[in-house]
């Protein structure tokens, strides 16, 4: 069965300093893998994904996210942060069958002035 | 702007009463997911239809839980009786197959 591990259950960062969240996913062929955010209250919005093709891949609100097979991993990554980046960050994997999307269990971001 | 919309936002209920939530997807999509989120657990797979169909409901309790997709325009989740355990954010999201998931804003449910 897939699975997604977010190592970092808190983060705090600077404002305006650069930003990874880790991501380890287990799935046993390539999978489509995506990053969510969560603001307090709301639902999730998509960030960014990738499908195929070019491993790093570009979202929204300045995020990018590189995928490497040989780790089994997707972090997402931002150069400088923004106190409005205050979220929690979910990464998902999507293997096709019936399993459906799976999440990790999230990183809580927090934006120290 | 298509979205996937939920409803109720909110709901309060005591224990050993019905609740059903329920959401709208987002037209043209063939995927719905029902999700709950707390704190301890995180987000939890509750259900999951293709083409109206069920594909997997085994994150979810059968003897309390049914999820169901009566058409294509609305899915339900019920709780009966409800438990002041089932207190969480209920989320439902919808997409393609092999493609990301939109999610509705979610229903807060309290069980008192």
């Known amino acids: 069965a897939q699975s997604v591990t977010q190592p970092d259950i808190h983060i705090t960062v600077s404002e305006g300093a650069s930003l990874e969240l880790r991501c380890n996913y287990s799935y046993g062929a390539t999978p489509y893998l995506f990053w969510y955010v969560q603001s307090p209250g709301q639902g999730l919005q998509l960030l960014l994904k990738?499908?195929?093709?070019?491993?790093l891949v570009q979202g929204i609100k300045g995020f990018e996210a590189e995928f490497k097979r040989s780790q089994s991993s997707f972090n997402l990554r931002k150069p400088s942060v923004h106190w409005s980046d205050a979220a929690e960050y979910f990464c998902a994997v999507e293997g096709g069958g019936a399993d459906g999307l799976t999440f990790g269990k999230g990183t809580h971001l927090i934006i120290q002035p | 702007d298509a979205r996937v919309t939920q409803t109720p936002r909110h709901k309060v209920t005591e224990m050993g009463q019905e609740v059903t939530m329920r959401c709208q997807p987002i037209l043209g999509h063939n995927t719905v997911f029902w999700y709950r989120q707390t704190m301890m657990q995180g987000l939890e797979l509750l259900a999951y239809?293709?083409?109206?169909?069920?594909?997997?409901d085994s994150g979810m309790p059968k003897d309390r839980f049914s999820a169901e997709m009566p058409d294509a325009t609305l899915a339900t989740l019920k709780i009966q009786p409800s438990e002041p355990r089932d207190s969480a954010v209920y989320f439902c999201a919808s997409g393609l197959v092999r493609a990301e998931a939109f999610f509705g804003q979610g229903t807060r449910l309290t069980v008192v």
């Open positions: 239809f293709r083409n109206r169909a069920p594909l997997d």
């Open positions: 990738y499908f195929s093709g070019d491993t």
